[in-house]
Nanobody, 117 residues
Framework: QVQVVESGGGLVQPGGSLRISCAASGRIASIRIMGWYRQALGKQRELVALIRSGGATNYADSVKGRFTISRDKAKNTLYLQMNSLKSEDTAVYYC???????????WGQGTQVTVSS
């Protein structure tokens, strides 16, 4: 198993920046993919960005060029740098981990990001 805990959410003005983090513990060496998802009020959870163990990344079209996902393996931490934030980025952001040989998804409790003036 692996445990993931998000932090760093908050209130930011439109056009601003924010970095959220996800600390992982447990079977770190078995992590195959880590990602960020978000769920806005009344909407389904959607993929924001993911990073594979080899470093390849994928982004939702809505955040390409504005968000950057990265992983510091030495600190067992996943990051999401969010720039040029828009009101539509307001959501609860969830960290996700998938392990080699394990079909389960591991989720954190989420961190609220609110973009508002």
């Amino acid at each position: 198993q692996v445990q993931v805990v998000e932090s760093g959410g908050g209130l930011v003005q439109p056009g601003g920046s924010l970095r959220i983090s996800c600390a992982a513990s447990g079977r770190i060496a078995s992590i195959r993919i880590m990602g960020w998802y978000r769920q806005a009020l009344g909407k389904q959870r959607e993929l924001v960005a993911l990073i594979r163990s080899g470093g390849a990344t994928n982004y939702a079209d809505s955040v390409k060029g504005r968000f950057t996902i990265s992983r510091d393996k030495a600190k067992n931490t996943l990051y999401l740098q969010m720039n040029s934030l828009k009101s539509e980025d307001t959501a609860v952001y969830y960290c996700n981990a998938m392990l080699v040989g394990d079909t389960r998804d591991y989720w954190g409790q989420g961190t609220q990001v609110t973009v508002s003036s």
